[in-house]
Nanobody
Framework: QAQLAESGGGLVQPGGSLRLSCATS????????IGWFRRPPGLEREGVAC????????RYADPVKGRFTISRDNAKNLVYLEMTSLKREDTAVYYC????????????????WGQGTQVTVSS
C-alpha cells in the first residue's frame, strides 16, 4: 500500500530556508512521479515542483523557480523540497503526492497523498 508522509515544516522568517522531506513506502519510487503541492490559506491547492525518472528534469512552478529544488534519494525512499529565499506568499500547507510515471498529468493523476506539513513564513 502506497504511503507518503511529509515532515520538516515550521515557522521561518522571510528570506530564510527550510527543507521538507517526503518519506515514501509501498511502491517503487522509480516508477512514480513525486510532486510537491501547496495550499495557501483560503486558496486552492497548487503545484510546486515534480520529479520523475521518465521525465528526466524536475519541473517547477514559476513562483518558485530559482528558489526551490526538488530531489530524491531512492535508497532512502525520500523526496526532498529545499526551499530558499522564502516569501510570505510561500505560506501554505505543503503536500507530497505520487502519480504513475510522469509529471505531465493533471492534479487528479496524483492519487496518493501525504497529510501535509505547515510552512509559515512570517517576521
Amino acid at each position: 500500500q502506497a504511503q507518503l508522509a511529509e515532515s520538516g515544516g515550521g515557522l521561518v522568517q522571510p528570506g530564510g530556508s527550510l527543507r521538507l522531506s517526503c518519506a515514501t513506502s509501498g511502491f517503487n519510487l522509480d516508477s512514480y512521479a513525486i510532486g510537491w503541492f501547496r495550499r495557501p490559506p483560503g486558496l486552492e491547492r497548487e503545484g510546486v515542483a515534480c520529479i520523475s525518472t521518465i521525465d528526466g528534469e524536475p519541473r517547477y512552478a514559476d513562483p518558485v523557480k530559482g528558489r526551490f529544488t526538488i530531489s530524491r534519494d531512492n535508497a532512502k525512499n525520500l523526496v526532498y523540497l529545499e526551499m530558499t529565499s522564502l516569501k510570505r506568499e510561500d505560506t501554505a500547507v505543503y503536500y507530497c503526492a505520487a502519480a504513475v510515471e510522469t509529471c505531465g498529468g493533471s492534479i487528479s493523476t496524483f492519487e496518493s497523498w501525504g497529510q501535509g506539513t505547515q510552512v509559515t513564513v512570517s517576521s
